[in-house]
């Protein structure tokens, strides 16, 4: 069963924008409204990185290397995370991965990962 499913990657030039979103199904759902949803990157030779975060009420941490370009947004009503990316760096090419995790993750669902590609 599927939970969670990214969408809207692609590619784009130096210094566009772009808006990913994730789409929360299933027994997921149910834990949705309670959990801490992020958007997780991977760029070919290095570690997973967390990009940015919301919790159940709203708090958002973002990574020193997006701030002030990316904006994470979440919809209950849609069950969805977005991602909008602006001042986009080649840099930021990476798979990026959608994440709900709560309890101290003993629930803890991943997307499949979405190609995102900058050229300069």
């Known amino acids: 069963q599927v939970h969670l499913v990214e969408s809207g990657g692609g590619v784009v030039q130096a210094g566009g924008s772009l808006t990913i979103s994730c789409l929360v199904s299933g027994t997921a759902s149910y834990i949705f409204p309670f959990g801490t949803m992020g958007w997780y990157r991977q760029a070919p030779g290095k570690e997973r990185e967390l990009v940015a975060s919301?919790?159940?009420?709203?708090?958002?941490q973002y990574a020193d290397s997006v701030k002030g370009r990316f904006n994470m947004s979440r919809d209950y009503a849609k069950n969805s995370v977005f991602l909008q990316m602006h001042s986009l760096k080649p840099e930021d090419t990476a798979v990026y991965y959608c994440?709900?995790?709560?309890?101290?993750?003993?629930?803890?669902?991943w997307g499949q990962g979405i190609q995102v590609t900058v050229s300069s």
């Open positions: 919301i919790t159940s009420d709203g708090t958002l």
């Open positions: 994440n709900l995790e709560w309890d101290f993750r003993r629930h803890d669902y």
